[in-house]
């Protein structure tokens, strides 16, 4: 489970990850969003909350949308009534849930933290993750509804060796920092089928940074328990 992502938003990492993809149209997005707030703490519209949104999603090389970040919803007028099903990370792709989108309607978050928590006695320990030096890019994948809003989830996948520590279940599909990948990820597969670059990337889950983990109270105060661990790039 991805349950929560953090951006600084003035942070010179996000610039140079997106000029060094090939993202740079999109940059003017996220030079404004600075202008705002210096961090934007991103958590899944639990309470069903259409307003907690990840902002700054993009869905193409140009562009970018402010998704609700929980895939099940409808309109209800000028705003959306975010559904039952827990559908705010995108994990068993072979059902036909998610199908057309992982086909067809793939988009990238850029964080400069994210969030998992592993079961612990009879509660969470949680653990926030950064990378050591640079920004993420996270696979994603999106919906856009008849008035005009966005939803979203993160994909996920199986987790990888180191990783279940921290989350025993599954770990976020982290992207390539390079721009042939990225490009491969945005483009619509409309042929039924995935094409070999995204398929690679879906089957074979890594870290493509290093990370620095440290456990926390909370994501939100980050107030630290322990030392860190650096969970290493492959």
Known sequence: MCGFIQRITDSPHVIALLEEVGLTQTIPF???????????????AFGKSPERQITNLIVSGDRTVDATW???AKPDGETLQVGDRTTFNA???????????IRER??????????????RGKGKAHYLMKPTSGALLIGAVYRRFSNGLFTCAVVTRPPIEGFSQFHEKSIPCFLPHNAH???????ADTQGRL????????????????????QVKTFKNAEVIGEPVLLKAE
């Open 30 to 44: 996220f030079v404004n969003e600075s202008s705002t707030t210096k961090i934007i703490n991103f958590y899944p």
């Open 70 to 72: 929980w895939f099940d």
């Open 91 to 101: 994990r068993n792709l072979d059902s036909p849930y998610w199908g057309k989108f």
């Open 106 to 119: 793939r988009a990238v978050v850029v964080a400069t933290a994210v969030g998992e928590s592993n079961p």
């Open 181 to 187: 990948a990225v490009k491969a990820w945005l483009a």
């Open 195 to 214: 094409n070999n670059d995204v398929e690679f990337m879906l089957n074979h889950p890594r870290l493509y940074t290093d990370l620095e983990v440290t």
